[in-house]
């Protein structure tokens, strides 16, 4: 299960209000991009719904409970950062085990999990190396694979493709949206990148200075802009 509820959050660093008042619904199983210039509060966002930021005010709720005051570990969402978070004197079977390492998991179990994502994320053949012997897609996937792992209710991402070069960007777009349709999971997707946007998401969240402008499909907000801010960010013929 991974449905969000966002309902009413706020967000202030100190005087500045950052998020004034927001709410939104993200159902089970759905691709959600987040979308919207920098400084807009994407990172800010996907931050207070993993819990690594809390809210100023208003509720998070994941699968109808009341996350809002959980800390990250207990809310069952796994954030996938961009791959110089891996550890380099590790290899790659020993990053992904990591977090399952840190939840004292049985062996036997980490090793079902580690086999499982190595084999979904087709990283077999280099699963003893060390980060620092692999490619950026590589490395990408590692830190895929150390989210798959803990079996999430739902990934988070914040630009993981941002360090990669154009071609690999590509590719490693494909291959995230393959891996929703084969796990089903929910993920909540951030970007500056309208392409991305609309060529990964079945929603848009299109975000300016901590509002949403407009929610809907990639179709809807291209044929139905809310405004000429959509229009202009989607770059759609309004
Ligand atoms: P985005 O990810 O869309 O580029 P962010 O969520 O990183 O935007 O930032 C939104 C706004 O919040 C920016 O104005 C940024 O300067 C501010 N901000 C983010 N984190 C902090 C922080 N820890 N303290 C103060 N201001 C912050
Ligand atoms: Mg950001």
Do not use: W
């Not at 590790?90 to 179990?109: C, D, G, H, W």
């Amino acid at each position: 299960m991974g449905k969000i509820t966002l309902r009413n959050v706020q967000k202030r660093f100190g005087e500045a209000v950052v998020i004034p008042s927001l709410d939104l619904d993200i159902e089970d199983g759905e691709f959600v991009v987040f979308v919207g210039p920098s400084g807009c509060g994407k990172s800010t966002l996907l931050r207070l719904i993993a819990g690594l930021e809390d809210v100023s005010d208003g509720q998070i709720l994941i699968d109808g409970r009341n996350a809002t005051e959980m800390p990250p570990a207990k809310r069952g969402l796994a954030m996938v950062f961009q791959s110089y978070a891996l550890y380099p004197h590790m290899t790659v079977r020993k990053n992904i085990a990591f977090p399952l390492k840190m939840a004292k998991m049985e062996q036997s179990e980490i090793d079902r999990r580690v086999e499982n994502a190595a084999r979904i994320l087709n990283l077999t053949s280099y699963i003893d190396r060390r980060p620092g012997q692999l490619s950026g897609g590589q490395r990408q996937r590692v830190a895929i694979g150390r989210a798959i792992v803990r079996e999430p209710a739902a990934f988070l991402f914040d630009e993981p493709l941002s360090n990669l070069d154009a071609a690999l960007r590509v590719n490693m777009r494909l291959e995230i949206t393959e891996l929703h349709q084969s796990l089903q999971t929910t993920m909540i997707y951030v970007t500056h990148d309208q392409v991305e946007a609309m060529t990964m998401a079945d929603k848009i969240v299109v975000l300016n200075a901590g509002r949403i402008e407009q929610v809907g499909s990639p179709l809807t907000l291209y044929r139905n802009p809310a405004n000429l801010f959509v229009a202009g960010f989607i770059g759609s013929p309004k």
